[in-house]
């Protein structure tokens, strides 16, 4: 089978460190361009990986592609998605899919009258563990939900190319960049919430420290807390009236799971039923990018997908509350 024509567009860290070294390993894909606005930062990538199709403008090569995987700051992936789309191109976009919920809409609207592909790049939808506690809680081997408690960070060490984190016209910040995936994460594990509270210490920058809470039916409350300058346990914890699930925030993290009737706690660290590594997590998501291509169906991440972690990041920052640290007084 002839290989589907891609273009990489952005060659930041993402693209240096995962989509050119895991493409080229690609059953599905031959990469045919490579878009960025640094020239120099093109060729480089470019003869490393003998891509002769370099250019700062996506324009120039809407006729010598199929498909596009967008890794750009996320304030532009909707006006260039939709330029994309419109030109028959199928769009793989990055996390957050756009700034607002609004531009979600945007986006969809376009695959849909343009009869493309649009999908979204939330990759622990791929992760075994966290299919696994998907099938638990759905399962109700816990009983009912009766609160969960999310923490989640790492003081900043990743090695970046731009500066699009740090900026909040770009769209930067700890929500767009490590809070999407937890949202996204959240969402699909238990559904739509009832109301959030949201406190951030962004003070008209952008935030490194958060903490949401999301009240669901019945009082159940889901807490996650959330930073970029502190070292946190970095576990999910679900509570139920039955019992506990814990699992981590990493691929192979083990999932524990204590049922309280028994007295048992379960740990499952080997999943058969998943990659075995994170190379095969993208690897995986690129096939399910090109079957979606392919047979003309909707992706496992879609954009109404991809739109629901977009929405909570848009109501948390409208309800924005200061975050208090306990050590500063008012």
């Given at each position: 089978?002839?290989?589907?024509?891609i273009a990489i567009i952005g060659c930041g860290a993402i693209t240096e460190k995962t989509h050119l070294p895991l493409l080229t390993k690609s059953e599905q894909f031959e990469i045919r361009a490579l878009v960025d606005i640094s020239k120099d930062r093109a060729l480089q990538l470019g003869e490393e990986y003998g891509i002769s199709i370099?250019?700062?403008?996506?324009?120039?090569?809407?006729?010598?592609?199929?498909?596009?995987?967008?890794?750009?700051?996320?304030?532009?992936?909707?006006?260039?998605?939709?330029?994309?789309?419109?030109?028959g191109i199928h769009v793989l976009v990055e996390k957050p899919m756009a700034m607002t919920a609004r531009e979600c809409d945007d986006m969809i609207q376009c695959a849909e009258e343009s009869k493309v592909s649009l999908m979204v790049g939330l990759i622990r939808r791929y992760y075994p563990n966290f299919i696994l506690v998907k099938r638990l809680l759905d399962s109700g081997v816990i009983g009912?939900?009766?609160?969960?408690?999310?923490q989640e960070g790492n003081i900043y060490k990743w090695k970046i190319k731009t500066d699009y984190?740090?900026?909040?016209?770009?769209?930067?910040?700890?929500?767009?960049?490590?809070?999407?995936?937890?949202?996204?994460?959240?969402?699909?594990?238990?559904?739509?919430?009832?109301?959030?509270?949201?406190?951030?210490?962004a003070r008209g920058g952008v935030e490194a420290d958060c903490a949401v809470f999301l009240r669901y039916e019945e009082n159940t409350n889901v807490e996650i807390e959330l930073s970029r300058l502190r070292d946190l346990p970095n576990t999910y914890i679900f509570k139920g009236e039955a019992g506990r699930i814990e699992v981590g925030f990493r691929f192979n993290s083990p999932v524990r799971i204590n049922l309280?009737?028994?007295?048992?706690?379960?740990i499952v660290d080997h999943f058969t039923n998943g990659p075995a590594d994170a190379d095969n997590l993208f690897l995986s998501q690129y096939k399910d990018f090109a079957q979606s291509i392919i047979h003309g169906t909707q992706p496992y991440i879609n954009g109404e997908e991809g739109k629901r972690s977009v929405a909570l990041i848009?109501?948390?920052?409208?309800?924005?509350?200061?975050?208090?640290y306990p050590w500063l007084s008012e």
């Open positions: 089978m002839e290989k589907i024509k370099v250019t700062t403008d996506y324009n120039e090569i809407l006729d010598k592609i199929d498909a596009a995987i967008l890794a750009l700051p996320p304030h532009i992936n909707a006006s260039v998605s939709t330029q994309l789309m419109k030109a009912k939900l009766v609160g969960a408690h999310i984190s740090f900026r909040k016209d770009t769209g930067g910040g700890l929500l767009p960049v490590i809070g999407v995936h937890v949202f996204d994460s959240i969402l699909w594990w238990l559904g739509g919430y009832e109301s959030v509270e949201y406190y951030d210490d309280y009737e028994s007295n048992n706690e379960y848009e109501e948390c920052y409208n309800r924005r509350q200061p975050y208090i």
